[in-house]
């Protein structure tokens, strides 16, 4: 099943709803308070436009070849510039997979520049990063509703020496604060905690509710194997994560490449259905990912305010200033307390203690500002009654979303529309058209047509064709993924009526040759291998 059937979703605009008010309610009452605090210099930078309105995120991570460039074409069906993919270092730059009328990469530098990107304030990690940033613009459909961000294969322990000359963790966090799915990818086959990684995933912490673990590579080892694999993952991931149960571990082989045969066959396909199910789910969900994320933001902030005020009020005016100001931090883990005992804030809003320690170094605390009860009565406000008054609007949509018949989940056959690219053709196919003359073409199928009518007739079609059982029967042995096959089968069934005559059902066979052959398959059928039959008439064309 393909993400294809993101298009045109119709939720994609009652979302807009919400998130025009979550807006509304972060620039009146929680950005005044992030200001009065310096909350950016400690935390996080400040949203901006584009953090509401982006199109939903996926991150992905894992170590070098843990397969992560080749899970993301495998999810958007295609090629993309700087996908190259190797056992070694090859990606390592962060990039951003996002839509565009053309084909072209936005190098860092300029990509914080736009401001219809939410990746302005990026620029904080400085030029060391931001010339590891990149972005790739493509008309492709999947992206028209999801953002994918490619990251850099995490170092195992042999390769640590290298530097990467900026905060790598930090990026991460920024990502993660900022996605709504976190695909984190594991090798079945050589499965292996490096202290990099360990690391990276304290940036991830209070984000475990949006990951997802993958266990790919799973074909690639047996039954018994693969399940001490998975204890051996679930054991280290344990001792990462303090909710190691919340953490959903797919078993997956996310490759474009048939998939071998093995015993847990089946269950690597059922795994493939759920993760893709989710990740088609993300756009409906986006308007409760953004305002969990704005509460828990909230939160922090309202402990924030307490904190920076706390210190304030204990410096004394004139003398030993520099003392008074290291003692306070050496004591900010009782003060953590006294200020939940005081002001009834929960434990878990606050921040990691160290880390906030570390940053009170570099401050002048006398100039921090002191507790202003209007805005904290705001902050109040925001969390107690504004949100809660953006919960119907919440449900209005759940229960629309009820309503629409099955566009999500629809079956695999028989359900598609065609729909038309105009670039892309199957590379590997001689006489490429570049004179724009369609109908001179001949049909690239029609010499290899016998032999797969051998197969088309031997399925016994009735009345002239095969339906989408038959095929998808037949096409089930090919042990291709059922993603590119319900492409194929896209590409194929030219009329759309959920079934293939001898001629779709030999470009089908033409194109799942293709494609074992090691071919990409194209987005939209190029015109020589449109059935002449199928082709528009002269007088059809603008
Ligand atoms: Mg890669
Ligand atoms: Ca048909």
Redesign the pocket.
């Known amino acids: 099943m393909s993400l294809r059937r993101l298009r045109n979703n119709p939720r994609m605009r009652d979302v807009s709803v919400v998130t025009e008010e979550l807006k509304n309610l972060y620039y009146k009452r929680l950005l005044p308070i992030e200001k009065h605090y310096s909350f950016h210099h400690f935390h996080s930078p400040s949203y901006e436009d584009a953090d509401f309105d982006n199109k939903p995120m996926i991150l992905v991570m894992g170590q070098y070849s843990t397969g992560k460039t080749t899970f993301i074409r495998y999810l958007i069906e295609q090629d993309f510039p700087g996908s190259r993919v190797g056992p070694e270092p090859t990606t390592d730059c962060f990039t951003a997979i996002m839509h565009g009328e053309a084909e072209g990469i936005i190098p860092g530098n300029a990509l914080t520049m736009d401001p219809m990107k939410p990746f302005r304030n990026l620029d904080h990690f400085g030029n060391a990063f931001l010339n590891r940033f990149q972005c790739v613009q493509l008309p492709n459909q999947v992206v028209e509703n999801i953002s994918i961000i490619d990251t850099p294969g995490i170092l195992t322990a042999a390769k640590r020496k290298l530097s990467r000359g900026y905060d790598f963790p930090a990026v991460l966090g920024w990502f993660a604060e900022r996605v709504d799915r976190i695909i984190l990818l594991f090798d079945a086959h050589k499965l292996e905690f490096s202290d990099e990684l360990t690391r990276a995933f304290g940036a991830l912490r209070g984000y475990e509710d949006k990951l997802h673990v993958v266990l790919n590579k799973a074909d690639r080892v047996d039954s018994q194997q693969l399940m001490r694999v998975y204890g051996a993952l679930m054991w280290s991931l344990g001792k990462v994560f303090l909710t190691p149960e919340i953490l959903r571990v797919y078993v997956g082989s996310f490759w474009s490449e048939p998939r071998r045969i093995c015993d847990h066959y089946q269950l690597i396909e059922l795994e493939e259905e759920d993760l893709l199910a989710d990740i088609r789910n993300l756009p409906r969900n986006a308007a409760v990912r953004k305002l969990n994320d704005l509460v828990k933001r909230a939160r922090l902030v309202r402990a924030h305010a307490h904190i920076i005020s706390y210190l304030k009020q204990e410096m004394p005016t004139i003398f030993c200033k520099e003392s008074k100001k290291h003692n306070l931090i050496y004591q900010l883990p009782v003060i953590f307390t006294k200020i939940q005992q005081q002001h009834r804030v929960p434990a878990g809003d606050f921040p990691n203690c160290t880390k906030m320690q570390e940053r009170l170094l570099g401050h002048d605390f006398s100039k921090f500002k002191t507790l202003k009860p209007s805005l904290m009565a705001s902050l109040d406000k925001l969390l107690s009654t504004d949100i809660a008054k953006l919960m119907p609007l919440l449900q209005q949509q759940e229960l629309q979303k009820a309503s629409l018949p099955g566009t999500l989940d629809g079956k695999f056959l028989g359900t598609f529309r065609p729909t038309y690219y105009k670039s892309d053709p199957f590379k590997e196919v001689p006489r490429e058209d570049e004179t724009g003359e369609e109908e001179l073409d001949e049909w690239s199928v029609e010499k290899y047509k016998p032999k797969y009518d051998e197969i088309f007739y031997s399925l016994c079609p009735s009345e002239g064709?095969l339906s989408g059982t038959v095929v998808k029967g037949w096409m089930a042995s090919t042990n291709l993924p059922n993603s590119v096959l319900a492409h194929i089968w896209r590409l194929s069934?030219?009329?759309?009526?959920g079934?293939?005559?001898n001629e779709?059902f030999a470009l089908a066979v033409h194109l799942i040759q293709g494609k074992l052959d090691g071919h990409w398959l194209p987005r939209e059928l190029p015109s020589h291998l449109v059935p002449p039959s199928k082709r528009p008439r002269k007088d059809n064309e603008e």
């Open positions: 064709k069934d030219l009329d759309c009526d079934k293939l005559d779709e």
